[in-house]
């Protein structure tokens, strides 16, 4: 049974920068994608950005691209997303989650997830 632990959440200024970690622990997430998601109040959980197993094919929201970057250390079972240039509306829970399909493709709908972690909070102030 995989475990995936967020951590890194925090209060920051539009404008600033933020890196939160997902650390998994009973099983890996090399061989699977993974993805970052976030869910603010009284709204669906949306896709932010998803990596390939191999690390070679990366996805981001329109929302997020250019500003937001994924990364994951398969030797250390961890999933990163630095985040720049925070903006007041990026403020959500941000969830780390893995993919079902073993060596499959990104996906971008929650329904292709099957291990979640308990989210981190991350606030923007403007």
């Known amino acids: 049974q995989v475990q995936l632990v967020e951590s890194g959440g925090g209060l920051v200024q539009a404008g600033g920068s933020l890196t939160v970690s997902c650390a998994a622990s009973?099983?890996?997430?090399?061989?699977?994608?993974m993805a970052w998601f976030r869910q603010a109040p009284g709204k669906e959980r949306e896709f932010v950005a998803g990596?390939?197993?191999?690390?070679?094919?990366?996805f981001y929201a329109d929302s997020v691209k250019g500003r937001f970057t994924i990364s994951r250390d398969n030797d250390n079972n961890t999933l990163y997303l630095k985040m720049n240039n925070l903006k007041p509306e990026d403020t959500s829970v941000y969830y780390c989650?893995?993919?079902?399909?073993?060596?499959?493709?990104?996906?971008?709908?929650?329904?292709?997830?099957?291990?979640w972690g308990q989210g981190t909070q991350v606030t923007v102030s403007s």
């Open positions: 990596i390939s197993w191999t690390g070679g094919r990366i």
């Open positions: 009973g099983g890996t997430i090399r061989t699977y994608p």
């Open positions: 989650a893995r993919r079902a399909q073993y060596m499959g493709a990104v996906a971008r709908s929650t329904d292709e997830y099957d291990y």
